[in-house]
């Protein structure tokens, strides 16, 4: 027992070094998955608690003191090891696209000679009452209003998302929108939709135009059409092309969710929706 003793207290810092990268060696990190941490609910606590452990167990090592902040190379020169520093958040309004939202093309296509297209404005959560109040009022600007105009209050800390349907040489309109909390995320076969004509100005025509938003992990979408048809929506990566009258799933800039667009043929009418796939 004395040599064992006698040992321990001649061991150099490069032993203590190698013994130390040996017992990080034997530690895997991992990231959690966003989804999964959004909807682990009180999962989500141990999952982080886990990880944390893991990531002191290779700062600390069996020493269970700051051992690696400073060791030796082989020539016995000091050695300090790298940091990774956290990614930095934006922090100004405009990084975050409180007063200036992101725009993304959904869908686009011909009618009777006629363009039309489809986009999505994402407005960045606003943290404090007086970012919601100047965001309201750019919103405005933009021909935009919220359910909940009158109170700015209700904006803070959630992002705001408005449809555009343009078509022909007519102004942009709004098919539908939201405000909700960057956390809460579609999972699964969630859907939220609307249908609507094509021709702003045919209110009373058939609704053959569909919109909505799904979940991250949603690989196609089934929209149904009355006369028995259907038209199947597929994802698609981020930044592909948007081709005419083609029934996509795609990422929305500042958006948690994707989101798509079905068409029917001429005449066709909107029956039903679902995550298929």
């Known amino acids: 027992m004395s040599a064992d003793r006698e040992t321990n207290h001649t061991m150099t810092d490069r032993d203590i070094a190698l013994l130390l990268a040996d017992a990080a060696d034997e530690v895997e990190i991992g990231i959690a998955p966003y989804q999964a941490v959004i909807r682990g609910g009180r999962r989500r606590r141990a999952r982080r608690w886990a990880l944390a452990t893991a990531a002191a167990l290779v700062i ?63 407005w960045g959560a606003p943290r404090t009452e007086a970012e919601a109040q100047a965001q309201l009022s750019a919103m405005s600007n933009r021909g935009e209003e919220p359910w909940d105009k009158d109170k700015a209050s209700a904006l803070v800390g959630k992002i705001t998302y408005f449809v555009r349907r343009t078509y022909g040489s007519g102004a942009p309109t709004l098919l539908m929108g939201d405000s909700a909390s960057p956390q809460d995320t579609m999972a699964g076969t969630d859907l939220k939709s609307g249908a609507s004509t094509l021709d702003p100005k045919k209110t009373d025509g058939p609704q053959r135009l569909v919109v909505g938003q799904v979940a991250k992990t949603a690989r196609t979408v089934l929209c149904t059409w009355k006369d028995g048809t259907s038209t199947e929506a597929r994802r698609v990566a981020a930044g592909a092309d948007v081709n005419s009258d083609e029934a996509t799933i795609r990422p929305v800039a500042g958006s948690p969710d994707n989101w798509f667009v079905c068409v029917g043929a001429e005449g066709a009418m909107f029956d039903s929706v679902k995550v298929t796939k």
Do not use: C, F, I
């Not at 520093?85 to 009777?112: D, N």
């Open 60 to 122: 600390t090592g069996a020493s269970g003191t700051l051992a690696l902040a400073s060791l030796r190379d082989g020539s016995g020169a000091e050695v300090t090891p790298a940091v990774t520093q956290k990614p930095t958040l934006p922090s100004t309004p405009e990084e975050r696209h409180v007063y200036v939202p992101q725009e993304t093309m959904l869908g686009a296509g011909t009618e009777k000679g006629q363009q039309w297209y489809v986009t999505v404005d994402v």
